[in-house]
């Protein structure tokens, strides 16, 4: 069983240790202190979000956007999970949800063993937002355009409580970690910044928490290809810097593939593929995942493959087709697929396909 799966069990349940965590510690016998906590950082269970689209003259219910449908993942500390997949897959709906900006219909989150929202011993939103910060891809929209900058990144740690000079002081030290000389940026606005200037902000923004996770949603994806370039370097030097862990979800693998220690691809609110980067990327085991590397150009004999590219959109998330959401375009489609939704799996590699699964019934099924 997945440690995410673990946590579901322990929803609601008692604390454990004397820590107030719902760790799987064990003790160590000389000293009897708890050691070899293993909870990751984050995992996040059966996460669901549908949106009900209402009209007519009594506001009644007409669809059901299936936003972010059983979404299961792990992100260990001081790692990058990069999550890919097409505009529309539920990307941006599971970093709201993660986020707590909008509430799970069923599912939950349990952050370094501590089950987020929950009314007993849990971690409340507020605790939540202090270590995990958010990074969106409209850069402008982000800032008050009426705040110099140092004031914007400051802004956050003094609706906590710190003192105004030590606020502002901290604002000036990220402005110099995310590149920013503070003698010449802290009073500037954010319409006297490029777009890229203005990304280091809300970088800074983002730290000034001193958050331990950070949720990336597009957040290069407006950027001119060589600013982009200069601003992944950066996330590369803060994660460091600041043994920060992220959550980088783009639509562009290229990208991801970049940063991410471990991929997540989505197709259609459901988790396609999850694995470590080289893996999904040298072998990925989803029909997918292989047609979205198809898509990517490469000058790198590496990763070039034989798979025809993807074609045509994804289908509605409204109505999405039945048992493999992928079946409507996938070359490999077996009567089963379209019966039967495919499990994820268990494992270090996970694939939502029934080819990966041996007792699934597709004929092309890997022998268990
Ligand atoms: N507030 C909302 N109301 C209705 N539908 C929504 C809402 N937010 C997102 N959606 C829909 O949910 C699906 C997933 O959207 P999103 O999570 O933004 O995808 P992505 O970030 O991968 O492009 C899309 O079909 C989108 O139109
Ligand atoms: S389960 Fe079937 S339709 Fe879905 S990806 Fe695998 S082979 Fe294709
Ligand atoms: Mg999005």
Not at 4 to 15: E, I, M, Q
Not at 114 to 138: K, T
Not at 342 to 364: F, I, K, N
Request: glycine share 8%; charged share 20%; net charge neutral.
């Amino acid at each position: 069983m997945s440690v995410a799966k673990d946590a579901a069990l322990l929803v609601g349940a008692p604390r454990s240790n004397a820590r107030g965590k719902l760790g799987r510690s064990t003790v160590d016998t000389g000293t009897g202190e708890l050691v070899g906590q293993t909870w990751p950082l984050l995992a996040v269970e059966n996460l669901t979000k549908h949106f009900a689209l209402k009209g007519g003259l009594l506001n009644r219910t007409k669809a059901v956007v299936q936003a972010v449908d059983g979404v299961s993942f792990d992100v260990q500390t001081g790692e990058t999970l990069g999550i890919v997949g097409e505009s529309g897959c539920g990307k941006s709906t599971t970093a709201r949800l993660l986020m707590h900006l909008i509430p799970p219909d069923i599912g939950s989150i349990v952050f370094d063993g501590l089950v987020v929202g929950a009314a007993d011993g849990g971690l409340s939103h507020r605790d939540l937002h202090r270590q995990m910060q958010m990074v969106f891809q409209e850069s402008y929209a982000s800032l008050n355009p009426r705040l110099p900058v140092a004031m914007s990144i400051a802004f956050g740690p003094l609706v906590h409580g710190l003192a105004k000079s030590a606020a502002l002081k901290r604002a000036m030290k990220l402005l110099e970690a995310v590149g920013l000389d503070p003698m010449l940026f802290a009073n500037r606005y954010p319409h006297e910044l490029s777009g890229g200037q203005r990304q280091r902000i809300n970088i800074a923004r983002a730290l000034a928490l001193e958050p331990r996770i950070v949720i990336l949603d597009e957040a290069v994806s407006a950027l001119d290809k060589s600013v982009e370039a200069q601003v992944l370097n950066l996330l590369v030097d803060l994660k460091a810097q600041f043994d920060l862990t992220y959550v980088f979800i783009s639509h562009d693998l290229n990208v991801v593939r970049y940063i991410s220690d471990r991929v997540m691809v989505m197709y259609l609110g459901k988790v396609a593929e999850v694995g470590p980067s080289e893996v999904i990327l040298k072998s990925p085991g989803h029909p997918y995942t292989a047609a979205l590397l198809a898509s990517m150009p490469s000058l790198d004999p590496d990763h070039r493959t034989e798979e025809a590219p993807l074609s045509g959109d994804p289908p509605n998330p409204i109505d999405p087709p039945s048992g493999c959401r992928f079946h409507t375009r996938c070359k490999f489609a077996a009567p089963v697929c379209s019966q039967q939704a495919p499990d994820l799996g268990e494992g270090t590699h996970q694939v939502a396909c029934h080819m990966a699964h041996g007792s699934s019934g597709h004929p092309a099924a890997i022998a268990a």
